[in-house]
Protein backbone atom coordinates (compact mmCIF):
# COMPACT_ATOMS: atom_id res chain seq x y z
CA UNK A 1 0.00 0.00 0.00
CA UNK A 2 1.12 3.39 -0.68
CA UNK A 3 -0.22 6.79 0.10
CA UNK A 4 0.06 10.19 -2.29
CA UNK A 5 -0.69 13.39 -1.23
CA UNK A 6 -1.69 15.17 -4.37
CA UNK A 7 -1.62 19.35 -4.29
CA UNK A 8 -4.48 21.42 -5.89
CA UNK A 9 -6.86 19.58 -9.24
CA UNK A 10 -8.76 22.69 -9.84
CA UNK A 11 -10.98 20.41 -12.40
CA UNK A 12 -7.91 19.57 -14.09
CA UNK A 13 -9.43 16.08 -14.33
CA UNK A 14 -7.44 14.33 -17.34
CA UNK A 15 -3.90 15.58 -15.52
CA UNK A 16 -4.83 13.58 -12.87
CA UNK A 17 -5.23 10.40 -14.60
CA UNK A 18 -2.18 11.17 -15.76
CA UNK A 19 -0.74 11.57 -12.96
CA UNK A 20 -1.97 8.46 -11.32
CA UNK A 21 -1.16 6.49 -14.50
CA UNK A 22 2.44 7.59 -13.58
CA UNK A 23 2.35 6.42 -10.12
CA UNK A 24 0.47 3.27 -10.81
CA UNK A 25 -1.91 3.87 -8.66
CA UNK A 26 -3.74 0.96 -7.42
CA UNK A 27 -7.61 1.65 -5.76
CA UNK A 28 -7.64 -1.78 -4.02
CA UNK A 29 -4.68 -1.21 -2.40
CA UNK A 30 -2.98 2.57 -2.83
CA UNK A 31 -4.32 5.52 -0.78
CA UNK A 32 -4.79 9.49 -1.73
CA UNK A 33 -4.74 12.44 0.43
CA UNK A 34 -5.65 15.55 -1.69
CA UNK A 35 -5.03 18.93 -0.20
CA UNK A 36 -8.14 20.71 -1.50
CA UNK A 37 -9.23 23.12 -4.42
CA UNK A 38 -10.51 19.86 -5.87
CA UNK A 39 -12.53 21.98 -8.05
CA UNK A 40 -13.21 25.73 -10.12
CA UNK A 41 -11.29 27.51 -12.67
CA UNK A 42 -10.68 24.16 -14.70
CA UNK A 43 -12.64 22.44 -16.85
CA UNK A 44 -13.45 19.24 -15.30
CA UNK A 45 -14.62 19.82 -11.88
CA UNK A 46 -17.69 17.75 -11.82
CA UNK A 47 -15.50 14.74 -13.21
CA UNK A 48 -12.55 15.09 -10.13
CA UNK A 49 -15.71 15.10 -7.95
CA UNK A 50 -17.48 11.69 -8.81
CA UNK A 51 -13.63 9.97 -9.54
CA UNK A 52 -13.01 10.91 -5.93
CA UNK A 53 -16.28 10.37 -4.44
CA UNK A 54 -16.61 6.33 -6.32
CA UNK A 55 -12.91 5.56 -4.64
CA UNK A 56 -14.94 5.96 -1.22
CA UNK A 57 -12.17 5.42 1.90
CA UNK A 58 -9.66 5.36 -0.16
CA UNK A 59 -9.52 9.01 -0.81
CA UNK A 60 -9.35 12.04 1.87
CA UNK A 61 -9.48 15.47 1.03
CA UNK A 62 -8.91 18.44 3.01
CA UNK A 63 -11.69 21.36 2.03
CA UNK A 64 -9.98 24.31 0.46
CA UNK A 65 -11.20 27.87 -0.19
CA UNK A 66 -12.94 26.92 -3.17
CA UNK A 67 -14.18 23.97 -2.37
CA UNK A 68 -15.77 25.81 0.24
CA UNK A 69 -16.69 28.73 -1.78
CA UNK A 70 -18.75 25.68 -4.22
CA UNK A 71 -20.34 24.57 -0.77
CA UNK A 72 -21.27 28.64 0.45
CA UNK A 73 -23.17 28.58 -3.61
CA UNK A 74 -24.95 25.92 -3.22
CA UNK A 75 -26.10 25.65 0.58
CA UNK A 76 -26.33 29.69 0.90
CA UNK A 77 -26.91 30.72 -1.87
CA UNK A 78 -23.51 32.89 -2.41
CA UNK A 79 -23.12 34.56 -5.72
CA UNK A 80 -20.81 32.93 -8.41
CA UNK A 81 -17.75 34.70 -9.34
CA UNK A 82 -16.69 35.72 -13.18
CA UNK A 83 -14.19 33.27 -13.43
CA UNK A 84 -15.96 29.96 -11.63
CA UNK A 85 -16.42 26.51 -13.46
CA UNK A 86 -18.81 25.26 -11.20
CA UNK A 87 -22.05 25.37 -13.24
CA UNK A 88 -21.65 21.30 -14.44
CA UNK A 89 -21.55 21.05 -10.89
CA UNK A 90 -24.59 22.55 -9.94
CA UNK A 91 -26.55 21.28 -12.36
CA UNK A 92 -25.32 17.93 -12.62
CA UNK A 93 -28.21 15.41 -11.33
CA UNK A 94 -25.75 13.48 -8.40
CA UNK A 95 -25.44 17.52 -7.38
CA UNK A 96 -26.62 16.65 -4.06
CA UNK A 97 -25.04 13.26 -3.57
CA UNK A 98 -21.31 14.67 -4.47
CA UNK A 99 -21.80 17.97 -2.74
CA UNK A 100 -23.13 16.21 0.83
CA UNK A 101 -19.87 14.31 0.16
CA UNK A 102 -17.63 17.22 -0.04
CA UNK A 103 -19.04 18.87 2.92
CA UNK A 104 -18.10 16.12 5.02
CA UNK A 105 -14.64 16.36 4.13
CA UNK A 106 -12.31 17.57 6.55
CA UNK A 107 -10.51 20.97 7.24
CA UNK A 108 -7.44 19.26 8.60
CA UNK A 109 -5.90 15.56 8.57
CA UNK A 110 -4.09 14.16 11.17
CA UNK A 111 -2.33 10.90 10.70
CA UNK A 112 -0.25 10.77 14.35
CA UNK A 113 1.07 7.56 13.91
CA UNK A 114 2.63 8.60 10.49
CA UNK A 115 3.62 12.17 12.09
CA UNK A 116 1.71 13.38 8.90
CA UNK A 117 -0.63 16.51 8.72
CA UNK A 118 -2.52 18.66 5.97
CA UNK A 119 -4.62 21.41 4.98
CA UNK A 120 -5.21 23.59 2.11
CA UNK A 121 -3.50 26.54 3.31
CA UNK A 122 -1.00 25.44 5.96
CA UNK A 123 -1.18 25.91 10.08
CA UNK A 124 -0.36 29.02 11.88
CA UNK A 125 2.76 29.03 13.53
CA UNK A 126 0.62 29.93 17.33
CA UNK A 127 -1.35 26.19 16.88
CA UNK A 128 0.52 22.89 17.38
CA UNK A 129 -0.84 20.24 15.08
CA UNK A 130 -3.10 18.93 17.51
CA UNK A 131 -5.01 22.24 18.38
CA UNK A 132 -5.37 23.04 14.93
CA UNK A 133 -7.53 19.51 14.54
CA UNK A 134 -9.56 20.37 17.35
CA UNK A 135 -9.78 24.02 16.02
CA UNK A 136 -11.04 22.66 12.69
CA UNK A 137 -13.56 20.41 14.47
CA UNK A 138 -15.37 23.16 15.35
CA UNK A 139 -16.01 24.73 12.73
CA UNK A 140 -16.32 20.87 10.48
CA UNK A 141 -19.06 20.77 13.16
CA UNK A 142 -20.85 23.37 11.43
CA UNK A 143 -20.02 22.55 8.02
CA UNK A 144 -21.69 18.60 8.48
CA UNK A 145 -24.55 19.77 10.63
CA UNK A 146 -28.04 19.81 9.38
CA UNK A 147 -28.14 23.96 8.72
CA UNK A 148 -24.69 24.33 6.95
CA UNK A 149 -26.48 27.48 6.01
CA UNK A 150 -25.82 29.35 9.01
CA UNK A 151 -21.61 29.05 8.91
CA UNK A 152 -22.06 29.26 4.39
CA UNK A 153 -24.24 33.35 4.45
CA UNK A 154 -21.47 34.52 6.83
CA UNK A 155 -18.20 32.57 5.81
CA UNK A 156 -16.89 35.16 4.00
CA UNK A 157 -14.72 38.19 4.95
CA UNK A 158 -11.18 38.83 6.01
CA UNK A 159 -12.06 39.94 9.82
CA UNK A 160 -11.06 39.38 12.26
CA UNK A 161 -7.23 39.39 11.27
CA UNK A 162 -5.96 37.52 13.89
CA UNK A 163 -6.35 34.86 16.43
CA UNK A 164 -7.81 35.46 19.82
CA UNK A 165 -8.75 32.12 22.26
CA UNK A 166 -12.26 34.78 23.72
CA UNK A 167 -13.41 35.04 19.96
CA UNK A 168 -16.47 33.55 19.64
CA UNK A 169 -19.31 32.41 16.65
CA UNK A 170 -18.58 33.20 13.14
CA UNK A 171 -15.67 35.37 14.06
CA UNK A 172 -14.05 32.58 15.77
CA UNK A 173 -15.18 30.15 12.80
CA UNK A 174 -14.06 32.63 10.20
CA UNK A 175 -10.93 33.36 11.22
CA UNK A 176 -9.95 29.39 11.50
CA UNK A 177 -11.09 28.46 8.09
CA UNK A 178 -9.29 31.52 7.11
CA UNK A 179 -6.15 30.18 8.80
CA UNK A 180 -6.20 26.98 7.27
CA UNK A 181 -7.67 27.84 3.68
CA UNK A 182 -6.42 31.14 2.71
CA UNK A 183 -3.12 31.61 4.78
CA UNK A 184 0.26 32.63 2.98
CA UNK A 185 2.02 35.62 5.02
CA UNK A 186 1.41 36.42 8.64
CA UNK A 187 3.34 38.66 11.02
CA UNK A 188 4.55 37.64 14.43
CA UNK A 189 0.97 38.48 16.25
CA UNK A 190 -0.95 36.13 13.93
CA UNK A 191 -2.27 38.54 10.96
CA UNK A 192 -2.86 37.82 8.12
CA UNK A 193 -2.42 39.59 5.22
CA UNK A 194 -4.61 38.21 2.63
CA UNK A 195 -4.14 40.47 0.00
CA UNK A 196 -0.66 39.22 -1.64
CA UNK A 197 -0.60 35.86 -3.13
CA UNK A 198 2.82 35.95 -5.18
CA UNK A 199 6.24 34.43 -4.83
CA UNK A 200 8.38 34.87 -0.99
CA UNK A 201 10.21 38.25 -1.96
CA UNK A 202 6.58 40.20 -2.30
CA UNK A 203 5.75 39.85 1.58
CA UNK A 204 4.55 43.15 3.06
CA UNK A 205 6.59 44.79 5.20
CA UNK A 206 6.60 42.96 8.93
CA UNK A 207 4.98 39.79 7.45
CA UNK A 208 6.68 36.59 6.44
CA UNK A 209 5.47 33.21 5.13
CA UNK A 210 3.80 31.09 7.77
CA UNK A 211 6.11 28.25 7.41
CA UNK A 212 9.44 30.79 7.80
CA UNK A 213 8.75 31.73 11.76
CA UNK A 214 11.55 30.23 14.00
CA UNK A 215 8.54 29.35 16.93
CA UNK A 216 6.20 27.76 14.80
CA UNK A 217 4.59 25.07 17.14
CA UNK A 218 3.93 22.64 14.59
CA UNK A 219 7.31 22.35 13.69
CA UNK A 220 7.86 18.55 14.30
CA UNK A 221 5.32 17.05 12.32
CA UNK A 222 5.46 17.00 8.62
CA UNK A 223 2.86 19.38 7.32
CA UNK A 224 1.35 18.67 3.46
CA UNK A 225 -0.23 22.07 2.11
CA UNK A 226 -1.36 23.38 -1.35
CA UNK A 227 -2.72 26.85 -2.50
CA UNK A 228 0.39 28.74 -2.90
CA UNK A 229 1.29 28.24 -7.00
CA UNK A 230 3.65 30.98 -6.96
CA UNK A 231 5.54 28.95 -4.68
CA UNK A 232 6.49 26.16 -7.55
CA UNK A 233 6.80 23.28 -4.79
CA UNK A 234 9.79 25.05 -3.79
CA UNK A 235 9.93 25.27 0.03
CA UNK A 236 13.35 25.05 2.15
CA UNK A 237 11.63 24.49 5.18
CA UNK A 238 12.45 20.85 7.30
CA UNK A 239 9.07 18.98 7.12
CA UNK A 240 7.11 21.20 4.93
CA UNK A 241 5.95 19.76 1.52
CA UNK A 242 4.30 22.64 -0.70
CA UNK A 243 1.95 20.71 -3.15
CA UNK A 244 0.19 23.23 -5.57
CA UNK A 245 2.57 23.79 -8.48
CA UNK A 246 -0.31 25.38 -10.32
CA UNK A 247 -1.72 22.76 -13.13
CA UNK A 248 -4.68 25.01 -13.69
CA UNK A 249 -2.66 28.04 -14.77
CA UNK A 250 -0.70 25.82 -17.38
CA UNK A 251 1.71 24.27 -14.37
CA UNK A 252 2.01 21.12 -13.44
CA UNK A 253 0.21 18.27 -10.65
CA UNK A 254 2.09 17.08 -8.05
CA UNK A 255 1.77 14.02 -6.11
CA UNK A 256 4.21 13.40 -3.19
CA UNK A 257 4.48 9.60 -2.26
CA UNK A 258 4.79 9.56 1.56
CA UNK A 259 6.89 6.45 2.33
CA UNK A 260 10.00 7.57 0.84
CA UNK A 261 8.63 11.14 -0.21
CA UNK A 262 9.46 10.86 -3.56
CA UNK A 263 7.98 13.85 -5.54
CA UNK A 264 6.35 12.85 -9.15
CA UNK A 265 4.71 15.62 -11.49
CA UNK A 266 2.73 15.70 -14.99
CA UNK A 267 2.41 18.81 -16.82
CA UNK A 268 -1.08 20.48 -17.08
CA UNK A 269 -0.95 19.85 -21.37
CA UNK A 270 0.08 16.25 -22.65
CA UNK A 271 3.16 16.21 -24.50
CA UNK A 272 2.31 16.05 -28.13
CA UNK A 273 3.59 13.20 -30.36
CA UNK A 274 6.23 14.11 -33.10
Known amino acids: MAIYAIGDIQGCFEPLQRLLDKVRFDPTRDHLWIAGDLVNRGPQSLEVLRFLKGLQHRAISVLGNHDLHLLAVHYAGQKSKRNDTLSEILSAPDRDELLDWLRHQPLLHLDEARN ?56 RQRMIVNYLTRMRFIDPTGALDLVSKEGLDTAPCGYQPWFSHPQRKAADCRLL ?45 PKKKS
Open 116 to 171: WCMSHAGIPPLWGVRKARRLAQEVEAEIQGEEPQRFFSQMYGNRPQRWDKTLRGID
Open 225 to 269: FGHWAALEGKVDTPNVYALDTGCVWGGKLTALRLDDEKFFRVPAQ
